[in-house]
């Protein structure tokens, strides 16, 4: 479990826009796309930014590259779609279907910077992912436009045999259930109130919260232990046969 947060930080630190802006370096120290990857992300930015014709092969190479390291094939992959934008959909879409689980990982990130609807269409296929990492971000991308089809998607994986290791439920499954009950529609009470009796306690919380929504109804007083507070929720479902 510490093993993929800490990989999902470093997914989160190396996105889009992960760090914050800093003074542009001079042009003439950057004289190959190297230097240009070994720049924080905002400076990298403001370099490539409408230059693909100077750069975009180059960073292309070295993402595709197998003997470079995840963290620099990363960057380029991000950079490449910084420099090209729309025209760089058709390296994304390869690196989306790479034997790596990183650059599956990073091509939908780029993709749903410079095209949301062909980050959906992967995001709807990475759902499946052997690598959790990737179906958590799929997730992410999903709830951007969370269509009455993708909350459909997003339902039929809850119990996916591959979302449990053994009998214990990955986190990916609290993270769809908080995902639904942002926004839960009225025929999904049934389905948030039955979750109040799944054995993973880290979605009891957001099928109250989906609940809340749905029945109107606020239960408890001021702050209560979350524990406290899906009792008594599990105590009103079976009173009112919900």
Known sequence: MKSVLLVSGFILSTSFGAQAATPK?????????????????????MVVVGKADKYYSSF?????????????????????????????????KKAGDHKLWYMRNAALVALNEVSPLEAQTLARKLLKDKALVVRSAAVSVLDKNMS?????????????????KGKESLWIRHQIVEVL???????????FANLLGDKDARVHVPAVQGL??????????????????????QNYIKKENL
């Open 60 to 92: 292309i190479d070295i993402a595709f590259n197998d003997q470079q390291p995840m963290a620099l094939r990363w960057r380029a992959l991000m950079a490449a779609a910084e420099a090209a934008q729309g025209k760089a959909i058709p390296d994304l």
């Open 148 to 164: 009455a089809e993708q909350r459909d998607l997003l339902w039929a994986e809850l119990n996916q045999s591959y979302n449990f």
């Open 25 to 45: 370096p001079s042009s003439s120290t950057l004289t190959s796309a190297a230097d240009v990857l070994n720049l924080p992300a905002e400076n990298r930015r």
């Open 181 to 191: 009950a942002q926004r839960p529609r009225d025929n999904e009470l049934k389905v």
């Open 212 to 233: 809340q929504v749905l029945t109107g109804v606020k239960l408890g007083e001021g702050k209560m232990k979350k524990t406290a507070l899906v009792s008594l929720w």
